[in-house]
């Protein structure tokens, strides 16, 4: 399987046929566990076209046929609300799947229904994996399934995601229902709204509308339910005058219902699912229910004090837990690559050139990448424990009475959160934020988050200027890092964003205890959506430096120019720094740290390494070069710029995927503003004290 | 369901400022379509009955509906759920 065979799926229509799954359902109800059940993990990530959010896609084999799993975004209805929901329903609607498979959680029915209704009355051919039933038989619940299938006429097949129960119960389902025919689904909205739909569906019947997806009943449905993506696409092929009468029969049946329409017909459905689970649910009493559980869990763990500081204290944990146990695996990566593998290429038969093209600009753009990793995988098995356990549901909750205060709400603490990993996840993150507003601001504030690849900075001027501080003078940089991030965010607030934040609607999961295997399937998604992102393009840029540091205005230097400094001070990155070394001229740094910084653009940790190579030592001896030109004062004013100058190459590509690449040049500008201003400050109120 | 004549405005209160314990019966969300239509569809419609089950007074709340479940609203949302206090 690759992504070349999935981008292009035209060609696959007549050997053998292709049917297309979407997998849908609300958020937390156990869906991405399904789905790697159902794929075995072979799932493809990618993007959906035109839009930046993630698309996962697994083919399978079921009986012969080739079957195409689609993981939609977690949905409550099929009204779009944030980024995540308007493809879901797109998918749905225009891509056709054969086969719809909504995940349900069996403790909470009745919302799940919801979204059941809404995609029976689109007449898909659905199928139903009533997912979480050891929970739900837990909780005292019996739930009447074989009742409940013959009353919406689809399958229903109980799961357990997490323990593999059901899964291929699930994929014989899929099979079993590809050649019956679509459910007919209706439910009745009472004789006034049922006679609007009538008369909508009439004015349909005359135009041409076949492919839009849906029925007109559907259609005729969400015209009356004021649906603007609906409205819009009658607009786009000039059939206003549709609309016009839909607004009259609108106004018209206003008038008798003397309620809002939109609100009667959410309410019918919900009347019409209880009647559902009145009948085929029984509820028994239990001594100890999740719900119970999770209630006196949550007086201590979203109290206002108690919960901010176990917060406060689960986030230190988090954080040692990722460095603590990654380091050893970096370090040992970091001897491998720059010692062994890059001795292997040099030894090689081939033209020096090659050789160094593959040892100094690949494999050092291939270690970099490497190196990240376990530092990242730990911190994301951090994260997707803590949102397994439910728990980050809470310091959303925590947190928003902060970050409302700097005019954001608080769900934007987990893509920040995420920041201090890793900028590039961090910002695909914030895509789950319903507010453009929050989005953009968000993304403009992630940068200023200490990821993990400017430690390796700190820690080295610390170990040279300020041994006995040399955790609190790391402290604070972060927190000069998250200082930076409020007064921006205040300041844009002010200036660009008018007003405040529409905050959150957010699921309260029950806690539960997470399954490792989901856990880490989870972590190493997120992980490989980081290498796909910023794999590539690191390695092209170290490329890009590799053949700048050994090419110079005279022409060809050789590679001795990455180990001889006299050669590489005539390179062309030498005479870049050397040009706008008077712009610096009050950090006193010569044009070798300005070259590092230059190529910390590519990945900020670069920085320790070009050092070395600038003042050709090795890297242990570099705190004796350090200590001679540098003072604490205009260490700790550099430490301060890496910190805050443009985000890294894989940052940037990153948010021009995201924003455009206007508004990505507008942050590097402003963000190598601050950090100039930032550095300056440190410098002059520093020798004001010193 | 739903049936509030406009002119009881007394008593009507943002669900921010409702405390923690009280049960409360919805009468009318203002705010933008999108964030009216997701409340809508988690069920709380005008009419429905919530408990507020934490108030982190100026902050966000965390509600409970005996149909859709527990949810987490922002300040931002729930400050513009207009509600009634019920015995
Ligand atoms: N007990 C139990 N837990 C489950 C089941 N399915 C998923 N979970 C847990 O429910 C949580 C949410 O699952 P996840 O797959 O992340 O849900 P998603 O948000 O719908 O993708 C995780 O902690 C899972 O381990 C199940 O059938 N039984």
């Given at each position: 399987m690759s992504c070349h065979e999935l981008s292009s799926p035209t060609t696959l229509g007549n050997k053998h046929e292709l049917i297309k799954v979407a997998i849908v359902g609300n958020p937390n109800v156990g869906k991405s566990a399904l789905f790697n059940k159902l794929t075995g993990g072979n799932a493809w990530v990618g993007n959906w076209p035109g839009v930046t959010v993630e698309k996962k896609t697994g083919r399978i084999v079921i009986e012969g046929h080739e079957v195409e799993l689609v993981d939609l975004p977690g949905i409550y209805g099929l009204t779009p609300y944030s980024l995540d929901e308007v493809i879901a329903r797109k998918f749905i609607l225009e891509e056709r799947p054969r086969i719809v498979i909504q995940v349900i959680n069996a403790t909470n029915l009745e919302r799940n229904l919801y979204l059941t209704i809404q995609l029976l009355e689109m007449n898909v051919k659905l199928i139903i994996a009533l997912n979480m039933i050891d929970l739900a038989e837990k909780e005292g619940l019996e739930i009447d399934i074989n009742g409940l299938m013959n009353q919406l006429n689809i399958l229903i097949i109980p799961t357990i995601a997490v323990k593999e129960v059901g899964v291929d119960n699930l994929t014989k389902a899929i099979i079993m229902e590809l050649n019956s025919p679509p459910p007919f689904f209706k439910i009745n909205y009472g004789p006034e709204i049922e006679e609007a739909i009538q008369r909508i569906e009439r004015i349909l019947d005359k135009c041409e509308i076949a492919d839009v997806g849906a029925n007109s009943r559907w259609i005729a449905i969400h015209l009356l339910e004021d649906d603007k993506d609906i409205e819009e696409l009658f607009r786009k092929r000039g059939l206003e005058d549709v609309l016009r009468k839909v607004v009259e029969i609108k106004r018209d049946l206003q008038t008798r219902l003397g309620e809002s329409i939109e609100v009667l017909m959410i309410e019918k459905r919900y009347q019409y699912i209880l009647s559902l689970t009145q009948k085929y649910v029984k509820r028994r009493h239990v001594k100890e229910s999740l719900t119970t559980f999770t209630d006196r869990l949550d007086r201590i763990l979203t109290h206002p004090i108690l919960g901010l500081m176990i917060f406060i204290s689960t986030l230190y944990l988090l954080f040692k837990f990722s460095f603590d146990v990654a380091s050893p695996l970096t370090n040992l990566l970091d001897v491998l690559i720059s010692g062994h593998v890059h001795s292997f290429l040099k030894t090689l038969p081939l033209p020096t050139i090659i050789s160094s093209l593959l040892a100094d600009g690949v494999l050092q753009g291939v270690g970099i990448l490497l190196i990240f990793i376990p530092n990242l995988f730990f911190l994301f098995l951090g994260i997707s424990f803590l949102e397994d356990t439910g728990y980050l549901a809470r310091v959303t909750f925590l947190s928003d009475k902060w970050m409302n205060k700097i005019?954001?709400?608080?769900?934007v603490i987990i893509p920040l959160l995420i920041g201090f990993g890793c900028n590039v996840p961090a910002i695909l993150s914030t895509r789950v934020l319903g507010d453009d507003r929050d989005r953009r601001l968000t993304m403009l504030i992630i940068?200023?988050?200490?990821?993990?690849?400017r430690l390796p900075i700190y820690l080295l001027f610390t170990l040279v200027f300020f041994k006995e501080n040399q955790m609190l003078v790391i402290l604070s940089i972060y927190f000069i890092g998250v200082t930076t991030a409020i007064i921006t965010a205040l300041l844009f607030n002010k200036l660009l964003f008018k007003g405040q934040t529409s905050g959150y609607v957010m699921d309260m999961p029950p806690y539960l205890i997470p399954s490792v295997g989901n856990i880490f399937a989870k972590s190493w998604e997120r992980i490989k959506s980081f290498l796909v992102r910023a794999g590539s393009i690191i390695v092209i840029m170290m490329v890009i430096i590799w053949a700048l540091s050994i090419f110079g205005p005279e022409g060809y230097l050789g590679v001795e120019a990455l180990r001889n400094p006299d050669l590489l001070s005539r390179s062309w990155i030498a005479s870049f720094s050397k040009l706008i070394e008077p712009l610096f001229k009050p950090f006193n740094w010569d044009w070798r740290v300005i070259s590092s910084l230059l190529f910390g653009f590519v990945a900020k940790e670069v920085v320790v390494s070009s050092l070395s190579v600038l003042y050709n030592v090795e890297e242990a001896d570099l705190s004796t070069v350090l200590s001679t030109s540098f003072t604490p004062l205009t260490a700790y004013s550099l430490m301060v710029f890496t910190l805050l100058y443009t985000p890294c190459m894989a940052t940037a590509a990153t948010l021009r995927s995201e924003i455009g690449l206007k508004n990505t040049i507008f942050i590097i500008i402003y963000e190598l503003f601050i950090a100039y201003i930032m550095a300056y400050l440190v410098l002059s109120i520093g020798g004001l004290l010193l | 369901m739903g049936d509030n004549s406009a002119d009881t405005y007394t008593g009507l209160f943002p669900l921010s400022i409702i405390e923690e314990g009280k049960t409360v019966k919805v009468v009318k969300i203002i705010g933008g379509r999108g964030l009216v239509r997701r409340l809508y569809e988690i069920?709380?419609?005008?009419g429905a009955e919530i408990e507020v089950v934490r108030n982190s007074k100026h902050g966000p709340v965390i509600i409970r509906n005996k149909i859709t479940g527990t949810f987490s609203l922002g300040y931002g949302v729930a400050k513009k759920i207009m509600v009634e206090v019920m015995q």
């Open positions: 005019g954001l709400s608080g769900r940068p200023f988050m200490s990821c993990s690849a | 069920g709380l419609l005008p």
